[in-house]
């Protein structure tokens, strides 16, 4: 049995194509020889290598999150746990942001005087939180 290469065009022996279940004959349409030069230039194609070195950077920016947050909620872990408390209540509507208590900027953050009752918050802009946390 014979077949053609559809890349070099030569007729080869079966025994020189790779099996591949897609094709109906389920044999590559490329023999052994062209499809090792094919996969070794698609390896080296620039953009596919552009596209890994993304995929290995988001991989890693994600993983440094991961431990920095992981971090705060070792250091913090009330106030890690108030806050998440109070971020999951905010969207699922229990709890209202309001504006700056000081300032009235509507970019506010929730404050807590006593971690311990996360739901007892003194909304406060940036500025006015860190001032507060200074005191
Ligand atoms: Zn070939
Ligand atoms: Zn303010
Ligand atoms: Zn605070």
Same mark, same amino acid.
């Given at each position: 049995m014979l077949k053609i290469c559809s890349s070099c065009k030569d007729t080869k022996s079966l025994n020189l194509f790779n099996t591949n279940k897609n094709r109906k004959d389920k044999l590559d349409h490329y023999c052994k020889e062209?499809?090792?030069?094919?996969d070794r230039k698609r390896a080296n194609n620039p953009v596919r290598l552009a596209q890994? !070195?993304? @995929?290995? *950077?988001?991989?890693? *920016?994600?993983? !440094?999150?991961?431990? &920095?947050? +992981?971090?705060?909620?070792?250091?913090?872990?009330? +106030?890690? *746990?108030?806050?998440? *408390?109070? @971020?999951? @209540?905010?969207?699922?509507?229990?709890?209202?942001?309001?504006?700056? &208590?000081?300032?009235?900027?509507? !970019?506010?953050? @929730? /404050? /807590?005087?006593?971690?311990? !009752?996360?739901?007892?918050?003194?909304?406060?802009?940036r500025q006015h939180h860190m001032l507060e946390h200074r005191k």
């Amino acid at each position: 049995m014979l077949k053609i290469c559809s890349s070099c065009k030569d007729t080869k022996s079966l025994n020189l194509f790779n099996t591949n279940k897609n094709r109906k004959d389920k044999l590559d349409h490329y023999c052994k020889e062209c499809r090792r030069i094919y996969d070794r230039k698609r390896a080296n194609n620039p953009v596919r290598l552009a596209q890994m !070195k993304v @995929a290995s *950077l988001k991989h890693s *920016l994600t993983g !440094k999150n991961d431990d &920095t947050r +992981r971090k705060r909620k070792k250091l913090y872990p009330e +106030r890690y *746990l108030a806050n998440s *408390l109070v @971020a999951r @209540a905010v969207k699922s509507g229990i709890l209202e942001r309001q504006p700056c &208590t000081v300032c009235n900027e509507p !970019k506010s953050e @929730a /404050h /807590h005087a006593d971690y311990t !009752k996360p739901f007892e918050v003194n909304w406060l802009c940036r500025q006015h939180h860190m001032l507060e946390h200074r005191k």
